[in-house]
Antibody
Framework: QVQLVQSGADVKKPGASVRVSCKAS????????MYWVRQAPGQGLEWMGW????????NYAQKFHGRVAMTRDTSITTAYMELSRLASDDTAVYYC??????????????????WGQGTLVTVSS | DIQMTQSPSSLSASVGDRVTITCQAS??????LNWYQHKPGKAPKLLLY???NLEAGVPTRFSGGGSGTDFTFTISSLQPEDIATYYC?????????FGQGTRLEIK
């Protein structure tokens, strides 16, 4: 069965960087884009970007440009999200999510069918 | 960016009630809209894709509709296990955006 297992909670100081991992199993890792979404305390869901595990290509939300890097290691079917220059408002639960696509007649339906369990990143001095 | 506005932001209803949530996009998104259920401490769960298609394994009391800018999400008979926050999400164009969420409580 499909599983996305994320790394554990982390505490960082302002200005530091954090790397969250997402170990995928139960499917062909390179066939599905991996997205990263975060939820700050009391807030809604916020899209951060995606990585194509097959090619390594990425697309980041403008808000995080220059501060986020999404990578993958296909040999261990793991995706990574690294966020640098952390500030207190980066305190959030970070999720990886697999994008599933259904395409027909040139149109593709896209949704997130499997999610990791979430990783709490706390930024505090 | 496409803004997604959900209403209400919170809702209290009784078991067995019919519950409806609306989601409005700031511009037309065809039917490129998904609905997720999010329980505290759990990962979000996909319920509906393309506005009205039920994800496999999701109970049929959940349904959705709409196209363009106005969408609805309905639970036909509220069950205790439906207590959660519900989010709409558009994928018509990047950045992908979510509604602010609707917190559903049992009365």
């Amino acid at each position: 069965q499909v599983q996305l297992v994320q790394s554990g909670a982390d505490v960082k100081k302002p200005g530091a960087s954090v790397r969250v991992s997402c170990k995928a199993s139960g499917y062909t890792f390179s066939d599905y884009y991996m997205y990263w979404v975060r939820q700050a305390p009391g807030q809604g869901l916020e899209w951060m970007g995606w990585i194509n595990p097959g090619s390594g290509g990425t697309n980041y939300a403008q808000k995080f440009h220059g501060r986020v890097a999404m990578t993958r290691d296909t040999s261990i079917t793991t995706a990574y999200m690294e966020l640098s220059r952390l500030a207190s408002d980066d305190t959030a639960v970070y999720y990886c999510a697999r994008e599933v696509r259904y395409c027909a007649n040139g149109l593709c339906s896209k949704s997130f069918d499997y999610w990791g369990q979430g990783t709490l990143v706390t930024v505090s001095s | 960016d496409i803004q997604m506005t959900q209403s209400p932001s919170s809702l209290s209803a009784s078991v067995g009630d019919r519950v409806t949530i609306t989601c409005q996009a700031s511009q037309g998104i065809s039917n490129y809209l998904n609905w997720y259920q999010h329980k505290p401490g759990k990962a979000p769960k996909l319920l509906l894709y393309d506005a009205s298609n039920l994800e496999a394994g999701v109970p049929t009391r959940f349904s959705g509709g709409g196209s363009g800018t106005d969408f609805t999400f309905t639970i036909s008979s509220l069950q205790p296990e439906d207590i959660a926050t519900y989010y709409c999400q558009q994928y018509d164009s990047l950045p992908i955006t979510f509604g602010q969420g609707t917190r559903l409580e049992i009365k």
